[in-house]
C-alpha cells in the first residue's frame, strides 16, 4: 500500500488490483462494508441515504450518504460517531480511477480529521488498518473488519 498525505486531513492515495467496479462495491454496498470495515452494517448506502456502522463493544458510526457514483466516487457525511464526537460533520470520500488494467487507484480523504486532534493518532492508525483491509478484500474477498481485528486481540 503506498500513501501520500495531501494538506491536514487524513488523505491516502492507494492503488489496488481490482477493478473499479469492485472496489466501488465494496464501498457502496452493506456487504460490501461488512467485509472489510464492520459486519455490523445497517441502512441503504446509496445517495441520500444513511448508514449505521456498529463495531461491538465500542463505537457506532451514522453516515449520510451524499455520493454513490458508480465506479467512481463515494462521499460520506458522518452524523454522530458515539466514541469520537469530534468526528461530526466531517467528510469520508473514496475517489476511484482507473490504475492501469484491472486496477484501480484510489484517493481517500477524511476531510475534519486534522492531526491537531487529540484523536488523530489513534484515528489514522485505524484508517491506515481499515484501508488495507479494503484493498484486501476488493482484491481476494477477504478483508479484516473490526469483529477479525476485535477476536484477534
Not at 460490501?32 to 463495531?55: C, I, K, N
Not at 451514522?62 to 457514483?69: D, H, I, K, N, T
Request: charged share 25%; with cysteine.
Amino acid at each position: 500500500m503506498s500513501t501520500t498525505q495531501i494538506d491536514r486531513d487524513y488523505a491516502r492515495r492507494l492503488s489496488c488490483a481490482a477493478s473499479r467496479e469492485r472496489v466501488f462495491e465494496a464501498l457502496a454496498t452493506t456487504s460490501g462494508l461488512a467485509g472489510w470495515w464492520t459486519p455490523e452494517v445497517s441502512g441503504w448506502p446509496g445517495p441520500g441515504g444513511r448508514l449505521e456502522l456498529r463495531f461491538a463493544g465500542a463505537d457506532t458510526i451514522r453516515l449520510s450518504v451524499e455520493a454513490a457514483a458508480p465506479g467512481s466516487r463515494v462521499v460520506w457525511r458522518v452524523q454522530e460517531n458515539t466514541g469520537r464526537p469530534e468526528w461530526r460533520g466531517t467528510r469520508i470520500t473514496f475517489v476511484l480511477a482507473s490504475d492501469g488494467p484491472g486496477r484501480t487507484l484510489i484517493d481517500f480523504r477524511h476531510a475534519g480529521l486534522d492531526p491537531e486532534l487529540e484523536c488523530y493518532d489513534i484515528c489514522s492508525r485505524g484508517w491506515d488498518h481499515f484501508l488495507q483491509s479494503l484493498i484486501d478484500f476488493a482484491e481476494s474477498g477477504l478483508g479484516s473488519p473490526w469483529k477479525a481485528v476485535a477476536l484477534a486481540a
